[in-house]
Every structure is written in C-alpha cells, then in structure tokens.
C-alpha cells in the first residue's frame, strides 16, 4: 500500500524533475527555480528558492554526498549549488550555448555529464568544474542521461529515440537505435552492478518514452565482443507518453510517470497513484526512507509513503520507526566493531545457521567478515557448497553496502573497514575506498574489487577530492 503524506506547491508552473539526496529533496520547474526540501518533515529550507537560471530549469540532481545540487537549464547552463548556504557554486557553460535539457552525475561525484537541445553531451571534470571531454548525436536532442553504478559509463537517450553507450572518454560504444519511437524521455540504470553466467559485468536499465512504454534492458559488458543489450521486459498499460522512471534504493521497485504514476516490481504492477491532475514529469525514491515524490504539469509535488509491512504503526514506515529499527542490536554499531557473537547473530538473523559452527569456530569477528571473499570460505572456513558460499557473500555484499544508524553517512565510510575515511581514493570499479585499505586489499586479495568481487582492470586509484572535502565539512560539524 501506498499513502499520500503531504502535497506541495512551492512552484508557479510546471515542476520537469523531483531529486533526492539522504536529507533533502530538490524540485525544478519551468518557473526558473528550484525549491529544496528538508527530507524529514519537508519544510522549504531558508534558502530557497534557488534564483539564478534566466529560463526554466529542467533538470536537478544530487552529488553522492548530498552537498551539492546541480541544475541546467534552457539559459544553456549548469549550475552548481552549494546545499550548506544556498549559494551558486559555479555556472557551467555548455558547449555551444545550447539549452541544457539533462544533467547527472557520477556515483561517486567525480564527473557530471549534460545534455544539449542540439544533441551535444558534455563531461565535466567535477572537482575542479573543467570540461573534460565533448561529443555529440546529429539532429536530435539529448533529454535523457545515466551513470552505469560503476561510473565507468553513462548512457543518454534523444529525442530521436536512441539509447547511446559512452565511456568517459566520450568514445561511443554502443547504439541502441528506435528503442522508443517518438522519443526517449528518460533512462535510469539501476543501483546494482550484476555478474551474468557466463562472469561478465551487467547492469539493469530502465527506459521510457513517447510509446506509452516502459522497457527494461540487460547491458552486459563482454570481454570479447563488447556491449550487448538486450531488451528482457516492456511494461505495457499506460495510455499517454511516459515522461520518467526511477528505480528504488534496492533495484526491486520501478516507479514510472504519465496522466497516472505507477509502482511496478519486475514487471508486476504493484500501484497505481491518481492525485495528479495532470501529466507526472518527474518521480523520485529517496534513497534512505520508503519514500517517492512525484512531480507534476499541474505545478505540485505530491509525497508518498510505501508500506513497510514490519508492523510499524498505522501499517507504514515512519521516521521514528525507520531510526528505531536501524537502531536495534548490533546495528548501532560498524561492522567492523562486531564482536564474534554479534557476527553469530547476524548469520542467524539472515537465515545462514548451516555455517555458525565454521564461523565459530574460526572466530570469525566483524573485521574479518567483511574480508571474506569465496575462496577464504572454501579454504579456510571449509564450507563446501558452491550454493551457500554464493549465499554467504551475496549477504556479506548486502551488509557492506546497507547504512550505519550512528548518523554518519554510508557514502563516507569505507566499504572495507567501514570506518569514517580519511584519504578516500577511487578503484577501478568506481567505489571510493580509504587508501590504506584498498591497496592493502589489492595486495593481499588477488586483486578483485571488494564490493563485486570480480578482477579490477587496473589498481590504479585515483584521489577522491571532492568526497574528502565533504567528509572533512561535515565532521567539522558534529
């Protein structure tokens, strides 16, 4: 079950995008300005609106680390805004001085891509607000654009009806011609990076558009043969255009918006929202509480609460409750404080009892946990079935990458010692680790990426500047 929470009407005309970052929502209209929101009660921040762009805005999105919110606009910039004061952080120009119809960012923030009306793509080196690379797709425009979670590529979708593969170096991969007719309105990968059998990369996109459809793709990245796409599912039942889709926190719920807004599940229709008057232009999950946001022609964002079915009270997840159930047991603290009966515990708690007697006697402690790969399980801990092994880390994977309830952001701590980092870098598989953690890792750990587990193309890390900066603001703070 779905429940409006609250509606509402800060803007004067059509709201084009809904954002989330873990604390605040950003809304943009074609009244020029952006509203931002505290995610909590959704009381309008004392610093907005946000005045700066000359005409409507399309577009807004969050950095990973919530401190910054971009913006682009029909006066052919990207702004960027400062989510401390308020204030205008640089003003991008586009190539060409084309109207700026899209922008996103990077998983970890590094790079910003935008979209033009006359087809140009432009990447922005984000640390030091550079463009780095430019290319562009003939007669058409670019309204749609996503990092895959690795941030090693980035699609964007036209107006002509293409969905476009790049790399960060804008070379152009793969094309996926007519994969809407009438348009491409808007494309989102999934969170989650996959391992398909035969052991490459995949991810999981969504794709809307003028059809009425919604479609579902596998991108695989093969060794050999290069990108593949394939088509898996087309979610039918819309009437009208489909202007957005969004995917979940989790990668399990897809919300999609035209005259109706709906929730579906792998193809399965799980809702049907009906509090807009007119079409839905923009929808958004945060990515911290069971929430949407839906925006509207009809000037209004609308706030939903999905149902938990945990028993919270009145059958929904509440704020209170959210902190209270993150709160509980272990969970209050970092993985890597468990003690060996707090990781005993967890295994029970996840259903994992076949292997408390090898975790016992291992003494296995929350540090170790999260260094455990496949192989250490069938070496050391003896566990001998492939299928529990599998099951084994797809829970240890879970756990590096759920929240810490101690009101530290998770984009801060290190997903190997999930410690507070001091010296974050970037590996080759687009996370951003403590230095010392990760070129330990890749000295002892032949070399896999600790969040996939699949071989790092390089051991190259790159300096994260932008999300040092952030964890060194924000601890300033506490």
């Not at 995949?202 to 050999?224: E, H, M, N, T, Y």
């Not at 929808?283 to 949407?292: G, H, M, N, V, W």
Request: proline share 4%; aromatic share 8%.
């Amino acid at each position: 079950m779905v429940s409006l929470i609250c509606t509402l009407q800060s803007h004067q005309d059509d709201v084009n995008c809904c954002a989330f970052s873990g604390a605040l929502l950003a809304t943009c209209s074609a009244d020029k300005s952006i509203c931002v929101y505290s995610a909590r009660d959704f009381s309008e921040l004392p610093f907005s609106p946000l005045s700066g762009h000359g005409y409507g805005v399309h577009c807004c999105c969050f950095s990973a680390c919530g401190q910054y919110l971009a913006s682009c606009s029909t006066d052919a910039t990207t702004v960027v805004w400062s989510m401390d004061t308020g204030e205008i952080e640089a003003v991008l120009e586009h190539p060409g001085r084309s109207p700026v119809r899209v922008c996103a960012f990077s998983p970890d923030s590094s790079f910003l891509v935008s979209g033009g009306s006359d087809g140009t793509i432009a990447l922005w080196d984000f640390t030091s607000r550079t463009l780095r690379r430019t290319g562009a797709v003939t007669d058409t425009s670019i309204v749609a654009c996503s990092f895959t979670p690795c941030g090693q590529l980035f699609i964007t979708g036209s107006t002509y009806g293409d969905l476009r593969l790049w790399d960060l170096n804008m070379n152009h991969l793969h094309a996926e011609k007519n994969a809407h007719d009438l348009g491409v309105s808007c494309c989102q990968f999934a969170p989650q990076i996959m391992k398909g059998t035969d052991g490459c990369v995949q991810f999981r996109l969504a794709s809307c558009g003028q059809d009425s459809l919604v479609k579902i793709w596998i991108v695989s990245l093969l060794s050999a043969a290069g990108i593949k796409m394939q088509l898996v599912h087309t979610l039918t039942g819309q009437s009208a255009p489909i202007l957005s889709c969004a995917y979940s926190a989790d990668g399990q719920m897809l919300v999609s918006g035209s005259v109706i807004c709906s929730l579906q599940n792998e193809g399965v229709l799980l809702y049907t929202l009906n509090q807009h008057d007119r079409y839905v232009t923009a929808c958004a999950f945060s990515p911290t509480a069971p929430l949407i946001a839906t925006g509207s022609m009809d000037k209004t964002v609308n706030i939903w609460m999905l149902e938990d079915g945990s028993g919270a009270q009145g059958g929904f997840l509440s704020f209170e409750n959210l902190f209270k159930l993150k709160s509980s047991g272990h969970s209050r603290l970092m993985v890597s404080e468990w003690s060996e009966e707090d990781v005993l515990a967890w295994l029970r708690e996840e259903g994992l009892e076949a292997v408390i007697d090898m975790f016992k006697s291992n003494n296995i402690d929350g540090e170790e946990l999260l260094s455990l790969t496949k192989e250490t399980l069938s070496s050391e801990l003896h566990i001998e079935s492939l299928g529990l092994r599998s099951k084994v880390m797809k829970k240890i994977e879970e756990l590096k990458m759920a929240p810490v309830s101690n009101g530290t952001p998770d984009e801060y701590l290190c997903p190997i010692t999930r410690e507070i980092m001091k010296d974050p870098v970037i590996a080759a598989d687009g996370y951003s680790y403590e230095r010392e953690a990760i070129e330990s890792w890749i000295n002892t750990k032949s070399r896999t990426s600790p969040m996939t587990n699949l071989p790092l193309q390089t051991t190259l890390l790159t300096p994260n500047r932008t999300l040092k900066m952030a964890i060194l603001r924000w601890t300033t703070c506490q």
